[in-house]
C-alpha cells in the first residue's frame, strides 16, 4: 500500500452489541466502517474495520497516532454471566451481604419477584475473623491463620479471579491489604480486587458488589486487552492504545485492566461527549441526546453542554429494566437512561394480543430476520424494512443486504395485522417505550422536555428521532454528521481523566480541615498520575463532596472551592448545601448537624482541538422518490429521497422525505421539515 503524508491520523473503535463502528479521523476528513460485531472475538470486525479505513485512505498503521477504544464486552459478560469463576473474601458474618442486598422490592406486588443472583455463589464466599470500626480503628484483628486454609480451598475450587471486602475498609484498607499480600503469594497467578482500591467508599453491599463485578470482568478484559494490542502490534499499529471509561474520560491500558469495572458503559459514555460537544458549538443550553443502536437506545440531559454525572449505577437488570432489578456498582458514569429498544430490538404478541417489544435483542448474531443469518423473531430493523424506511441494498454502508420478503413474512408472527399494520405497530410501540423512558427520566430530574432540543445519532436514531420528539413535544431535532457512528465519533472528542472517590465522615460543628486537606491531597495526586500516563497536557483538578443532614440516608453532591478548605468555609458550604436541599425538597432542618461523608476529586486534561471535517460540496445526483408507510394516511405515501451529501446548505425541503446517507436514513414525516446546517448537521423543525 502507498502511504501518503498523514495529518494528525486518529482511530475510534465502538463495539457494541449489534455493530462495530470505527472512525478514522485524518486533519479534517473523516472516515467511518460499520461492521457486525464478531462476539466470538469481538476484536476482528474492530480490526478489519480499521484496516479497511487505512486502505481506502493510504494510510499506513504506522502513521496511527491513537487508537481509541470503547466496548460492551465487560457489560455483556455481567448481563449473560460470562465472566471468571471468582471467590469472594469478606468479613465474618458478613458472607451473605451479595445476597441480601438492600433487602428492598423492587416490584411490590410480585409475588414471583426474582432478585438478582449474585455474581458469587455462597460457595465461593469464604468468611474471615477480622474488623474495623467505622472511625478506622481495629476491633477484631486480621486472622492470618485462616486466609491460609481459605487459599487451600480456593485453589481447590479452580478460582480464576478473587476479590476481598472487608467491613469498614474504605475507613481503613489494612486489613485488606495484608490479606491480598498474604493471598496474592500463596494464589500467584490469580488476580486479586480489593473493595478498599476499586470503592472506597461507605455502604458494604454496593462496595462489596463492585469488587465482585471487577473482579468477575478483570480476567476476561486482560486477555482481550492483550490480544487487541498483540494483533495492533501484528498489523504494524505502533501507536498507544486507550479505553474510553463509563465517566467520560480515556483512560490507559494498564488502568483498564486493574479496574474493567470502569468500562461498563464506555460506549454510551462516548455519545454523551458527542452530544455534549455539538451542545458547545452550537449554543444549545438544554439538550436530551437520544442513542439507538442495534441493541439498546440511551437518553441523556445535557445542561450547559456538560452531561449530568453520578456515582451510582445499575447493570444487568432482569426485570423490565426496574431499578433495583440489577447489580449496583459505584463507580463514574454518565447519567443516563438505558432500555432495551435498538433496531434488533424483538416484537411479538403477547397473551393479551397486545404487541411487545424489547428488552431482547436478536444482536448480530442471528440478527433481525432480514439479515438472513438465521433470525426468526421480528425485530424493529424488520419492521422499518417493511415500512419503506430503510433501503435495503444500501445498509450498513451496503455492507449487510436485507431480506425485504423475508421482513415481510416475519411479520406474520403479529397477529391479527398485515405486514403494514404490524411493522408500523412495532415502530409505535418501541417509540412510546423510548418517550416513556424519557418522561421518567425528566421527572426525576425536574427537566422540561419542551425546551430540549434532541440530538439523535446511533444507526437507529434517526429513523425514529421526529416520531419520538413528537411525542415528547420537542420541535428541534440536531442529526449529526456521521450520526450512526455517533459514539466512536464522541470517543475523538474525548480529554483523558480520571475520577477517585473515598469516605471520610465529618461533621460542620466538629470539621477537621488537615483530615480533609490530606485527603483530598493524596485523592488528586493518585488520579492526576493516571491521567499523565496519557497525556502530557495541563490537568485541571475538580472537588466536589457529597453532604447530608445527619441522621438522614441521601446526600446532594456540592462543589469544594479550589483552595485549601479551613474552619471558614463550613458556614458557606452549609448555606449551600441548605439552599440546594431547599429547591430540591422545599424547606430546611435547622438545628441539625450537616455531614461531609464522600469526597470525589476529577482530575482532567483539556478535550482535544476539535473541527467539523470540511464540507464536500453537494454531489450533482438528483432526489428519488419511495413508498413509506404513513399511519396517519394509513398507506404508503410517496416520499423525496436526498442523498445527505447532495443537500444545499440552509436549504428547507418538507416532509414527507428520507435523507439518506451510507450508515443511516433520516426519516423526515409530514409536518416537519429539514435543513442542512453549515456545520454539516441536518436541523429538523416540526413546522405545523
Not at 475450587?157 to 485488606?176: K, P, R, T
Not at 500463596?186 to 458494604?204: A, F, H, K
Not at 449530568?308 to 440489577?326: C, H, M, P, T
Not at 464522600?598 to 471535517?613: H, I
Request: proline share 7%; hydrophobic share 40%; net charge negative.
Amino acid at each position: 500500500m502507498t502511504s501518503v503524508p498523514a495529518s494528525s491520523v486518529r482511530l475510534a473503535a465502538d463495539i457494541g452489541g449489534t455493530f462495530t463502528d470505527v472512525v478514522l479521523q485524518r486533519g479534517r476528513h473523516r472516515s467511518t466502517r460499520k461492521l457486525l460485531t464478531t462476539h466470538e472475538a469481538p476484536e476482528r470486525a474492530m480490526l478489519d474495520g480499521i484496516a479497511a479505513l487505512l486502505e481506502e485512505t493510504r494510510v499506513a498503521p504506522g502513521e496511527v497516532q491513537v487508537l481509541l477504544h470503547g466496548t460492551t464486552l465487560a457489560t455483556n459478560a455481567l448481563i449473560e454471566r460470562k465472566g471468571a469463576r471468582t471467590a469472594f473474601v469478606t468479613t465474618a458474618g458478613f458472607r451473605d451481604v451479595l445476597e441480601m442486598g438492600f433487602e428492598k422490592r423492587y416490584e411490590h406486588y410480585d409475588l414471583n419477584l426474582e432478585l438478582p443472583p449474585p455474581l458469587v455463589p455462597r460457595e465461593l464466599r469464604f468468611p474471615v475473623a477480622e474488623r474495623m470500626k467505622a472511625d478506622g480503628s481495629v476491633l477484631v484483628p486480621l486472622d492470618e491463620a485462616v486466609l491460609e486454609h481459605v487459599a487451600v480451598q480456593i485453589r481447590e475450587a479452580h478460582i480464576e479471579s478473587l476479590a476481598i471486602g472487608f467491613l469498614h475498609s474504605y475507613a481503613n484498607d489494612a486489613h485488606e491489604r495484608r490479606a491480598a499480600e498474604l493471598l496474592a503469594r500463596l494464589l500467584p497467578t490469580v488476580p486479586i480486587t480489593l473493595s478498599s482500591t476499586v470503592s472506597p467508599e461507605l455502604r458494604e453491599y454496593e462496595r462489596f458488589s463492585t469488587a465482585a463485578a471487577n473482579a468477575y470482568v478483570r480476567p476476561l478484559m486482560s486477555r482481550y486487552l492483550e490480544r487487541l494490542e498483540a494483533e495492533m502490534r501484528r498489523r504494524g499499529m505502533k501507536c498507544p492504545l486507550y479505553l474510553m471509561t463509563s465517566g467520560g474520560g480515556l483512560t490507559t491500558v494498564d488502568a483498564a485492566r486493574q479496574f474493567p469495572v470502569r468500562l461498563i458503559e464506555s460506549g454510551p459514555a462516548g455519545g454523551a461527549i458527542l452530544s455534549a460537544g455539538i451542545a458547545r458549538d452550537t449554543g444549545e443550553d438544554e439538550v436530551l441526546s437520544f442513542d439507538m443502536g442495534g441493541t439498546t437506545a440511551k437518553i441523556c440531559f445535557i445542561a450547559q453542554g456538560r452531561p449530568e454525572q453520578s456515582r451510582r449505577f445499575e447493570v444487568a437488570r432482569i426485570w423490565r429494566n426496574l431499578k433495583g432489578s440489577g447489580l449496583p456498582l459505584r463507580i463514574p458514569v454518565t447519567e443516563m437512561v438505558e432500555i432495551g429498544a435498538g433496531g434488533g430490538s424483538i416484537a411479538r404478541t403477547d397473551s393479551l394480543g397486545k404487541i411487545a417489544v424489547g428488552p431482547q435483542s436478536a444482536g448480530s448474531e442471528p440478527g433481525p430476520v432480514c439479515y438472513g443469518r438465521g433470525g426468526s423473531e421480528p425485530t424493529v430493523t424488520d419492521a422499518d424494512l417493511v415500512m419503506g424506511r430503510i433501503d435495503p441494498d444500501a445498509f450498513a454502508g451496503g455492507t449487510v443486504r436485507l431480506d425485504a420478503r423475508a421482513a415481510e413474512r416475519a411479520m406474520a408472527k403479529i397477529l391479527g395485522l398485515t405486514p403494514a399494520w404490524a411493522a408500523a405497530g412495532i415502530s409505535q410501540i418501541v417509540e412510546e417505550n423510548m418517550a416513556s423512558a424519557a418522561r421518567v427520566h425528566a421527572i426525576e430530574r425536574a427537566r422540561p422536555l419542551e425546551r430540549c432540543t434532541l440530538i439523535a445519532f446511533g444507526g437507529a436514531a434517526p429513523l425514529h428521532a421526529a416520531s419520538l420528539a413528537r411525542l415528547l413535544g420537542i420541535s428541534r431535532i440536531l442529526i449529526p454528521k456521521d450520526a450512526s457512528v455517533g459514539s466512536a465519533v464522541g470517543f475523538l472528542r474525548a480529554p483523558f481523566a480520571y475520577e477517585l472517590a473515598r469516605s471520610l465522615t465529618l461533621r460542620d460543628d466538629r470539621f477537621e480541615p488537615r483530615a480533609a486537606n490530606r485527603l483530598l491531597a493524596d485523592m488528586a495526586d493518585a488520579a492526576r498520575a493516571i491521567v499523565t500516563a496519557g497525556t502530557k497536557e495541563q490537568i485541571q483538578i475538580r472537588r466536589t463532596v457529597e453532604m447530608r443532614y445527619l441522621g438522614q440516608g441521601h446526600e446532594i453532591v456540592m462543589p469544594l472551592p479550589e483552595t485549601q478548605l479551613g474552619e471558614s468555609d463550613v458556614p458557606p458550604l452549609r448555606e449551600a448545601y441548605e439552599k440546594r436541599y431547599e429547591e430540591q425538597f422545599g424547606l430546611r432542618v435547622h438545628g441539625v448537624p450537616v455531614e461531609f461523608l464522600t469526597w470525589n476529586v476529577a482530575a482532567s486534561a483539556a478535550s482535544p482541538p476539535w473541527q467539523e471535517p470540511e464540507m464536500p460540496k453537494p454531489s450533482a445526483r438528483s432526489p428519488r422518490e419511495r413508498l413509506v408507510f404513513d399511519m396517519d394516511a394509513e398507506d404508503y405515501v410517496l416520499s423525496t429521497e436526498f442523498d445527505r451529501d447532495a443537500l444545499v446548505p440552509l436549504e428547507w425541503h418538507a416532509g414527507p422525505a428520507l435523507i439518506a446517507e451510507p450508515q443511516t436514513t433520516t426519516v423526515v414525516p409530514r409536518g416537519w421539515r429539514v435543513r442542512l446546517e453549515p456545520n454539516g448537521h441536518l436541523l429538523l423543525e416540526f413546522c405545523t
